[in-house]
């Protein structure tokens, strides 16, 4: 892993929809096996130990659909259940749409870099329950902004959610937005977010949905333009219907952050809050 601190450096950025840690395998298992997005089961913590074990080389981890707690995860917080196995020091979590004790939806950050400030917004749109984690690590123009999260399925309001997210980082120099978008690259709502927010998609479109047979880009990680990309991909594995999206980014001159914590099998991770 390359340290990060000072002068900007590279970072290895993943960003993850983790299906609450359910695979799929084939489209006809959304109806066969529906119970298991509302009940416990053993494979979920299987597969949440294989994408620990999968996340714990990167700086930085954005997750989609965590459970934060509830009956279908065994009333487990996800994003703090990776961060322990995966030994990431600070991780955050933003629920987003609960059903009961059945099921809670949400966000979440695992990062070797202490945040400075995580801010949680309620991303508009006629049906709630979609959010936005805004990061910021270090201070001032040298700091880095980043942006986790989950767009609706609907156009009319992705447009909307990102058209607020626009609002919120259009005047910041650095910044990373990651996630599930549930559009494709060349859609008007994300070829109008990245002119709005002064972001860009670097490379080639990269499927990752389904993950048994990627077909869709619905999942990206788009920077600012002044920030180099040396690898972008998606990762061969079915832990989830969504392959994890892996980039890694050089900062540049022009970003400081704070102090980068390596593993340490006897540091009890920390969940940042504001």
Known sequence: ?????????????????????????????????????????????????????????????????????????????????????AQFPWWSHQGNRKVGIVAHAGNGLLS?????????????GAIPGRGAMVVRFGAGEKALWLVVLHLALGRRARAQQLDYVASLVRSYPHVVVMGDFNSGPGSREVRSFCDKAGLVRPGE??????????????????????????ELRALPVTFSDHQPLSMTVDLG???????????????YPTEYSS
Request: with cysteine; glycine share 6%; hydrophobic share 35%.
């Open 205 to 230: 479109p990269v499927l990752t949905f389904p993950s048994w047979q990627p077909q869709r880009a619905i999942d990206h990680i788009l920077v600012s333009p002044n920030m180099q990309i040396s």
């Open 253 to 267: 001159d022009d970003v400081a952050l704070p102090g980068h914590s390596g593993s340490d099998q006897n540091q």
């Open 1 to 85: 892993m390359i340290v990060v601190g000072g002068a900007g450096r590279q970072l290895k950025l993943l960003s993850y929809n983790i299906q609450a840690g359910t695979s799929t395998g084939r489209y006809r298992e959304y109806v066969t096996r529906s119970w298991r997005q509302v009940l416990p089961n053993n494979q979920r913590v299987a597969n949440l130990d294989s994408i620990a074990e999968l996340v714990r080389d990167y700086d930085i981890v954005a997750l989609q659909e965590v459970d934060c707690g509830s009956l279908r995860s065994g009333f487990l917080n996800q994003a703090k259940y990776l961060a322990t196995h």
């Open 112 to 124: 070797r870099i202490e945040p400075s400030e995580i801010e949680e917004h309620r991303l508009p």
